[in-house]
């Protein structure tokens, strides 16, 4: 494939295959392009198209279920334990976990497309900042930005993709084509879990050495030392590298703060909030009707919305201390006249308000990491040190869970818990925590677990399984027929079975 010389505003390239030059595919031409010798002229023309990857986290691509990254948090989250619907529906059919399993699943294609997209356009900005004209400052910012999106967009899609990081193991399983460099030359062969995780690493490395010594970023919808830091740490996590994944979800949240009890209740929708590290931020002539995560998990008037509101698994809800203000955003009743609802919109038990819309619109900001997080991976990876044998992680495990625990609920008390009790307490309080925010399926993969939803509120007419064994074929998604088609490097032979 030939040398791309123009790019998109906001994005860069759209490719839907990695591998051979089809038209149908590919336009090295449409009419929205610019010659990216203008852009990467200067450091100003090359943060437009930094710009155009965080435009692109947000942005309607085909259908109502391409939302950019908060759609992909809602299929993560529907192949998981805890999210649960009101009624049978088509949309994100993963619950049921069927549709991820065919290669012409529209919403395979989607994922796929849509973090490649962000790793040419990151491969662009890498491959061509260097030479820009402008501070050096501003330079390590660009380029540190564009290193941490090209790792943690290889890291979504090698867990969605490919089999899961086995601590220990020599990782040989086929990942995903490992895309680093911004020359499109030919199709790309599945590369091995190994060798995307280390590339990954290696970015992320790179991303936090330049992030250090860069430019303030502009607004949390960038990237800064500190996010770089903490996607390290759920890599690591994910690797089971504990100490790594300890140390640097501490680093990551130093200096920050963890959100008042009010501001727990205030709809999740504002990338002002004290404890957001990162999110995407919206404006009202960015209008994202009914495609945003708002008009799935909101108060927008979608249908989506009126009829399916989102439900917390009552076996989990059931989990949750009285005194928690967690606790205040499900219902278990199905009455509470608290709980918004768009106008004609049903209600249901257990029902959330956690993610309420900004206004009338559908418009929200989507959180992409939260200081929480970084207490609950510093918790869980030095409870796994205590259960791999250093025993006296379990305090600082029990630390770390009780700075968090201690501001959702006054009443918690430091957890006298030790060994594999710790870690089901920390992990309980990370799907408290971290619901609605796209963790449940990769929650699930890492730690090699089945999905079980028996024992709550699920039901085999609403969910379509309540149960998957750890481990087997279905937790890898089919890679989409499109690439398959056109990237002789995969080939049929080179599908997920």
Same mark, same amino acid.
């Given at each position: 494939m030939k040398k791309l010389h123009k790019i998109y505003l906001p994005l860069v390239v759209l490719v839907l295959s990695m591998g051979a030059c089809k038209k149908e595919y590919l336009s090295t031409d449409p009419t929205n392009l610019v010659d990216n010798s203008a852009v990467f002229t200067t450091t100003t023309n090359a943060m437009t198209a930094l710009n155009g990857i965080h435009r692109s986290l947000y942005m309607q691509y085909s259908r109502q279920e391409e939302g950019g990254q908060g759609s992909?948090?809602?299929?993560?989250?529907?192949? $998981?334990?805890?999210?649960i619907n009101t009624v049978s529906t088509t949309a994100y *059919? =993963?619950?049921?976990? %069927?549709?991820?399993?065919?290669a012409n699943t529209l919403n395979n294609a989607y994922i796929y497309t849509f973090y490649y997209r962000i790793v040419q356009n990151a491969n662009m900005i890498i491959d061509n900042i260097d030479a820009a004209e402008g501070p050096d400052a501003d330079k390590?910012?660009?380029?540190?930005?564009?290193?941490?999106?090209?790792?943690?967009?290889?890291?979504?899609?090698?867990?969605?993709? $490919?089999?899961?990081?086995?601590?220990?193991?020599?990782?040989?399983?086929? *990942? =995903?084509?490992?895309? %680093?460099?911004?020359?499109?030359?030919?199709?790309?062969?599945?590369?091995?879990v190994e060798e995307i995780y280390a590339q990954v690493n290696k970015d992320l490395d790179a991303a936090i050495g330049l992030l250090a010594g860069a430019s303030a970023r502009p607004t949390k919808s960038h990237i800064n030392l500190n996010v770089a830091k903490g996607i390290k740490a759920r890599v690591a996590l994910t690797q089971g590298l504990w100490a790594v994944a300890a140390q640097h979800a501490t680093e990551a949240r130093t200096g920050l703060n963890l959100m008042s009890n009010a501001d727990y209740r205030a709809g999740f929708n504002n990338i002002e909030n004290t404890e957001w590290m990162w999110g995407s931020k919206q404006v009202e002539?960015?209008?994202?009707?009914?495609?945003?995560?708002f008009a799935y998990m909101g108060t927008y008037s979608s249908s989506a919305n009126r009829t399916n509101p989102k439900r917390i698994n009552s076996a989990l809800y059931n989990k949750i201390e009285d005194t928690d203000v967690r606790k205040l955003l499900w219902d278990p009743t199905g009455n509470n006249k608290d709980f918004p609802v768009p106008s004609g919109g049903s209600r249901s038990t257990y029902m959330q308000r956690k993610f309420t819309n900004a206004g009338t619109t559908s418009i929200g900001d989507v959180v992409n990491m939260r200081v929480a997080e970084m207490y609950l991976i510093e918790a869980e990876a030095k409870a796994h040190?205590?259960?791999?044998?250093?025993a006296a992680e379990n305090i600082n495990a029990q630390n770390a869970l009780f700075t968090l625990a201690k501001n959702r609920n006054p009443s918690y008390v430091l957890s006298t818990n030790t060994g594999t009790a710790l870690l089901e307490e920390i992990l309980i309080q990370r799907r408290v925590e971290l619901w609605g925010e796209g963790f449940g399926f990769f929650d699930l993969k890492r730690l090699n677990l089945p999905v079980d939803r028996t024992g709550g509120n699920a039901t085999l007419a609403l969910s379509g399984v309540l149960s998957v064994p750890a481990g087997g074929l279905e937790w890898q998604w089919s890679i989409p027929q499109a690439e398959i088609d056109s990237n002789p490097a995969i080939g049929p032979g080179g599908q997920n079975p």
């Open positions: 992909v948090n809602l299929s993560m989250d529907y192949m $998981g334990n805890d999210l *059919g =993963v619950h049921k976990w %069927i549709t991820h399993r065919s390590k910012l660009i380029k540190g930005e564009a290193l941490t999106y090209r790792a943690w967009a290889h890291f979504v899609l090698v867990q969605v993709f $490919g089999k899961r990081y086995d601590k220990g193991a020599s990782n040989t399983q086929a *990942g =995903v084509p490992l895309m %680093i460099n911004s020359v499109l030359d030919g199709g790309k062969p599945r590369a091995s002539d960015q209008t994202t009707y009914f495609y945003s995560f040190l205590a259960v791999e044998g250093n």
